[in-house]
């Protein structure tokens, strides 16, 4: 008896080591699975970043999904085919992968480049707005001289007898020489 459960073991352990490396009809090849696998990540994080609730979630992620899939011409069930035969040979999910991760590198750079040149465009336009108020505190700072002049101008006319003083003068003076002139109150 231990000699047919060491047979059937053995069997079966040779058959189930037989594999099919031909794979089956219907897969995405690598190529496209890394562009739309690179377009699935991106997706994943534009909807996580923004949209939290696990409603929302399922409401507008699919949508973006399909969109997805409509641009690399395929369906869920063909991607979850593939992924699965591809898990299945870690190799070349690892390959799909190291190709994945350099192209969502590269968005992420040259995002980055962007970003950066946005940043040093508004430090430029920063730095004109500075010295433009450097400038501007420079005119001020010559302002108190102005307001030194002013006060100065003040005091003169302080000295000069007011218009309105004289002006009650001449009234007086006209009211002498002439009582019946002048309305009486």
């Known amino acids: 008896m231990h000699k047919y459960l060491t047979l059937f073991f053995s069997?079966?352990?040779?058959?189930?080591?037989?594999?099919?490396?031909?794979?089956?009809g219907g897969l995405i090849k690598p190529d496209v699975m890394v562009g739309l696998l690179t377009e699935i990540h991106i997706t994943d994080?534009?909807?996580?970043?923004?949209?939290?609730?696990?409603?929302?979630?399922?409401?507008?992620?699919m949508g973006n999904y399909l969109a997805v899939f409509e641009r690399f011409h395929t369906d869920s069930g063909t991607?979850?085919?593939?992924?699965?035969?591809?898990?299945?040979?870690?190799?070349k999910l690892t390959a799909i992968y190291d190709k994945v991760d350099e192209r969502i590198k590269a968005l992420s750079d040259s995002v980055n480049k962007v970003?950066?040149?946005?940043?040093?465009?508004?430090?430029?336009?920063?730095?004109?707005?500075?010295?433009?108020?450097?400038?501007s505190i420079k005119k001020a700072a010559k302002k108190p001289v102005r307001a030194m002049e002013k006060a100065d101008s003040i005091k003169k006319a302080a000295k000069k007898p007011v218009k309105a003083l004289s002006k009650a003068d001449s009234l007086k003076k006209l009211k002498q020489k002439h009582p019946d002139a002048l309305p009486k109150k």
């Open 45 to 61: 994080g534009r909807l996580y970043t923004g949209l939290q609730t696990p409603d929302t979630l399922y409401k507008y992620g």
């Open 11 to 24: 069997v079966s352990l040779f058959l189930c080591a037989c594999k099919n490396d031909k794979p089956p």
């Open 79 to 91: 991607f979850k085919k593939s992924l699965n035969y591809y898990a299945t040979y870690p190799d």
């Open 115 to 135: 970003s950066a040149q946005k940043r040093q465009a508004d430090l430029k336009a920063d730095s004109i707005k500075m010295a433009h108020k450097a400038d």
